[in-house]
């Protein structure tokens, strides 16, 4: 025998775990299309050119690449907004606008494993392509929000604009690679790093500032007339005012960059202290420039993505169940000579609820014993003499009472538990 184990930073998902997945997946997406979005699914390897061209270098470092029969170099896709934008221009730029799209899948990045980091991993996520007024970061944010929310997780939302920095970094006569270095590093929180590419101070004090609506004020008064940045904060303003109508709580943090190198204007992140290292469930924001890229048309967009797998994390530390799925009955044949009319009364059972039917030809007790281990709510046993009457047994698996009915009866007492 040679035992073969999964590939590292892979995971399989038994049967509770999926539905618990499910559940969520349900819940958030039913949200999503509350709002108009609609699901749409895009491979899961791509050219691997598609997330050279604006990804950054923190994700092509951490790329799947290689090369399939014919030497063309692909890659296992490690995020999905790239390929919506790749998609848009192929099939969606004559839709009407706003587009509103949902995913769901796994995505591919080859870093160091731990709790809360795979290398295959599952983004939830929206992109919404068209609009650019702060309605639309508004909309993007209090969807993320009102998703976690429904269920039922605790969690800290933070907000920043990239146009501020980006705005400074511009004034300053920097060009866009030296920017994105600035920005990854940023990312990182690698001060010393960032120190070596850049000495203008009003930067290291921008990027400090977090806390309440007070943070635009403090920013206004550093940025002066830098007024790329001061048109960012403004946007960043209006964002924040209707996001207080909507009655969301969230925090500002103009240090909030994001890892990948598309980000033009609002950014946000979404944490959940007890996940630890790996604490960020939910990044987004705005990236008007990347559609274009792929296009040649400059079509604004905004979106976010759930790392789904850390939002399952989160809901188990939490404590937060899940209604639990019960089978409503056992079919339990006493004899051979019943098995097809026990069947036959387990197939009209199902079109209403959800019914197992002994395989395994176990004798009664062994059917009970069963039921309870899957714990079953019924067992419905089938006995020829009671059949005669058109009758059958049905065994309370809660109370362990037991009742004879008419067959047309089971029904309603499956029925009175749900
Ligand atoms: P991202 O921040 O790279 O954004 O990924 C989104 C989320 O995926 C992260 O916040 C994190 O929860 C989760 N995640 C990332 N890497 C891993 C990993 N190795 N294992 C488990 N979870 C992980 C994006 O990818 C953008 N496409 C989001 C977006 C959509 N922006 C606009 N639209």
């Known amino acids: 025998m040679k035992k073969i ?13 999926m539905e618990k997945r499910e559940y969520s997946e349900r819940i958030i997406s039913e949200i999503f299309e509350n709002y108009g979005y609609r699901k749409i699914q895009t491979p899961t390897f791509e050219y691997a050119e598609l997330f050279q061209l604006k990804s950054g270098e923190e994700i092509q470092k951490h790329m ?42 796994p995505m591919f990045r080859y870093e160091e494993p731990q709790k809360g980091r795979y290398r295959e991993f599952w983004h939830l996520g929206l992109e919404l392509i068209g609009p650019s007024g702060p309605e639309s970061d508004a909309e993007v944010i209090s969807i993320a929000y009102e998703s976690l929310r429904r269920l039922g997780l605790e969690f800290k939302i933070e907000i920043g604009h990239l146009g501020i920095i980006r705005g400074l970094l511009k004034d300053l006569g920097i060009k866009e690679d030296i920017q994105n270095k600035i920005i990854a590093s940023i990312d990182k929180g690698d001060i010393e790093g960032l120190k070596k590419l850049i000495r203008d101070g009003l930067l290291f004090d921008l990027i400090k500032l977090k806390g ?28 924040i005012s209707l996001l207080d109508l909507m009655k969301l709580e969230y925090s500002l943090n103009l ?36 559609i274009g890229l792929f296009s040649g048309i400059s079509v604004p967009a905004v979106g976010f993505a759930f790392g789904f797998d850390r ?39 199902r079109k209403n ?36 009457n058109d009758k059958v047994t049905v065994r309370d698996m809660k109370s362990g009472e037991q009742k004879i009915v008419e067959i047309k009866r089971i029904e309603d007492i499956l029925k009175s538990d749900k």
Not at 87 to 99: A, H, N, V, Y
Not at 215 to 239: M, P, Q, T, W, Y
Not at 315 to 330: F, N, R, S, T, Y
């Open 255 to 290: 240090g909030i960059v994001r890892g990948l190198d598309y980000y033009t204007g609002m950014v946000f992140e979404i944490r959940v202290k007890e996940l630890g290292a790996q604490d960020q469930i939910c990044g987004g924001g705005r990236y008007d420039e990347l």
């Open 311 to 349: 939002v399952m994390e989160a809901m188990e530390l939490q404590g937060i169940e899940i209604p639990k799925k019960q089978v409503d009955a056992v079919v339990a044949p006493v004899s051979k000579e019943v098995r097809n009319d026990a069947l036959k009364i387990a197939s009209e059972l």
């Open 64 to 105: 799947y690449v290689f090369e399939d029969k014919k030497g063309r170099r692909l890659c296992l896709r490690p995020e999905a907004t790239a390929s919506v934008c790749r998609m848009f221009s192929e099939k969606l730029r004559s839709l009407p606008r706003p587009i509103k799209l949902y995913y769901h899948g």
């Open 353 to 388: 609820f959800i019914v197992d039917f002994d395989l395994m030809n176990r004798k009664l007790g062994k059917i009970l014993e069963y039921a309870s281990d899957i714990d079953a709510r019924y067992v419905v046993i089938v006995g020829k003499r009671d059949l005669e």
């Open 5 to 17: 184990e999964k590939p590292r930073g892979t995971r399989d998902f038994s049967i509770g775990d």
């Open 212 to 239: 309440d609506k007070g943070v635009i004020d403090k920013a206004n008064s550093l940025l002066g007339d830098h007024e790329k940045s001061i048109k960012a904060l403004n946007e960043l303003r209006e964002i």
